[in-house]
């Protein structure tokens, strides 16, 4: 069975609306590449209780969760205390990022030409990025060493912390969807064929849509639309899964449409 993704995403800025959120649709983008599809997002400020209370939902369950935000060691930073305190352990530096860190702090100090000082108090700061509950394992960072982390849930599923800021955060991602869930890709195993309905009420087309859904192994949706600049008033009615699956529901689909009577119009068919 492929497990449900979801994406948690942290930060006052994103609810204040200081910063746009970039994360959700490069993430359907990258889970869509592979054939893979993401079925919940939630947003959350920088509040340690709302926080630990996403991550304990997310451990709790089956899922394959990404988190992005709010794991630097700044004080509005809460996420790694929030995933330790959601799991019930401990937090400490992991070794293989403590390494990470100091790398990349030498990497700096070669660059600045200045000697690499490791007990200056802003360097023994860093370290404190590499602070990850109990467990944890480290995901690689291409833009500047500095990991994040990921840990394994009671529901079976994982969380996958990484950064906020995207030149780092999406990277990060597709390393953890090639190296971890490759064996989730699924290639042209996806499909969705819909057609446009003029004139007709979703209340009137429920029961179809509801026979077709207790028939076949798809899902059926609805998109109704009251100002398209070209189809005006209508209902995007359609069915979505495997290929092998949605043929069949389509066809049973046109059949229940022109018994009602409607008026169709064009069709469209989208894959990955």
Excluded at 139 to 168: E, L
Excluded at 183 to 190: E, G, N, P
Aim: proline letters at 7%.
């Amino acid at each position: 069975m492929t497990p449900d993704f979801g994406l948690i995403i942290v930060g006052d800025e994103i609810l204040s609306g200081k910063r746009q959120d970039k994360h959700l649709s490069q993430v359907i983008d990258l889970l869509k590449r592979r054939g893979l599809s993401l079925s919940w997002c939630r947003i959350v400020g920088d509040d340690r209780t709302r926080i630990t209370g996403a991550l304990r939902d997310a451990f709790a369950s089956a899922d394959v969760v990404f988190s992005c935000g709010g794991i630097g060691a700044t004080p509005d930073d809460h996420t790694r205390q929030c995933a330790a305190a959601a799991l019930g352990v401990e937090l400490a530096l992991h070794p293989e990022a403590k390494a990470l860190i100091e790398e990349r702090m030498r990497d700096v100090a070669a660059e600045q030409g200045v000697p690499f000082e490791p007990n200056r108090p802003d360097n023994l700061h860093r370290y404190n990025m590499g602070v990850f509950p109990a467990g944890a394992d480290i995901i690689p960072n291409p833009y500047n060493k500095i990991p994040g982390f990921s840990c394994q849930g009671a529901g079976g599923g994982a969380v996958h912390f990484v950064p906020g800021f995207p030149v780092m955060a999406w990277p990060m991602i597709e390393w953890v969807l090639d190296h971890r869930y490759a064996h989730l890709h699924r290639a042209d195993s996806w499909q969705e064929r819909s057609v446009i309905v003029f004139g007709a009420m979703e209340a009137a087309l429920t029961p179809l849509m509801e026979a077709l859904e207790a028939r076949h192994p798809v899902k059926v949706f609805s998109l109704p639309s009251v100002d398209h600049p070209v189809h005006g008033r209508h209902i995007e009615l359609g069915v979505k899964g495997e290929p092998g699956a949605v043929a069949p529901a389509y066809a049973d689909l046109l059949e229940g449409l022109r018994g009602h009577g409607a008026q169709l119009g064009p069709e469209m068919v989208r894959s990955h």
